[in-house]
């Protein structure tokens, strides 16, 4: 039996939520827009920069065809 399974056995309350254990609410993830900062790391640093690079590229190909 898994941790959660046991925690939910043990300490979920029905009336404390109004609802039973098959009726759990659906909640969104909200969509994160956290960045780190530039510096912190040199390898994440490289991989945006060379990502950043291609899209770049990719651009100028594609209105070059144009």
Do not use: C
């Not at 309350?13 to 254990?21: F, L, T």
């Not at 827009?33 to 945006?48: F, V």
Request: aromatic residues 8%; without cysteine.
């Amino acid at each position: 039996m898994g941790t959660s399974k046991r925690l939910r056995e043990n300490f979920y309350s029905e009336e404390r939520d109004g609802h039973s254990n098959q009726e759990k609410p659906h909640r969104k993830k909200t969509p994160s827009t956290w960045t780190p900062k530039a510096g912190r790391d040199k390898w994440l640093d490289a991989y945006i920069k060379a990502v950043k690079d291609d899209i770049i590229k990719g651009l100028k190909e594609g209105l070059s065809s144009i």
